[in-house]
């Protein structure tokens, strides 16, 4: 399905927030904002764009016109055709969590302390600063497909994400902290998450790394894991959904 605009004014004639709705439109079409997704608040976009917040909200109501988008109490979304971002099972989090099985043995905590050197320096964070944390582990009810996790997040994500922030002040590493709807919450905030997963052999043990990095759709770093998995004893699963031609 191709909505388009109407009463197109001439090249001309184009006011500036035609302009911004115009730009808006090419990202839902090329889905850089998937269908479904949350579109960044009108703050975000004002200074992605250099507009003011006015200027963004006459060109969301021109796609509001045209169906191109929708508004609710949350923001506005993406309204045209093909799946939502959600339903990429491959973005589960953390990366390689799994379902519950009977008499598994799964762990998951958070803490408040200075990440790894390297999560540091992907994240943006100075050395020694402080951040949210999260550590996951599981295995089988016989103690094999042993799997652990360790995820850093960045500023952006702790300033945007409120369920996150949340977090900070019982982050003592002792209750359980079950954070799988992560990615739904970055969503919810405007965030459109783009991934990098990168896998790589362990020289002293039968294992793989599995490195996941996510930014959002300004390049800002959101959260760093690094999974490791026993592939004598597990094994995982990658799977994609493709957007419809539309």
Known sequence: MDRTTHDHPSTEEQPLYWRIAMEVLGELRDRTVP???RLPGERQLAEHYGVSRETVRQA??????????????RGSYATLSGPPLENNSSLTFPVGARDAEPGAADRATVTWEA??????EALGLAPH????MHRYESAGADGRGRRSAVTSFSAVALAEVEELA?????????ASAQLRRTYDWMRRAGLTLHHRDSITPL???????????????YARPLEITDLVVDTQQGALVYEFTLPSAG
């Open 129 to 132: 600063r402080p951040t949210l």
């Open 115 to 120: 990440p790894p050197p390297e999560h540091a």
């Open 166 to 174: 949340r977090y900070r002040d019982r982050a003592d590493g002792s």
């Open 35 to 37: 269908p479904g997704e």
């Open 60 to 73: 969301l109501e021109v796609l509001r016109r045209d169906g191109l988008v929708a508004t609710d109490r």
């Open 203 to 217: 020289a002293d043990a039968p294992s793989v790394r599995v490195t996941r990095q996510v930014h959002d759709q």
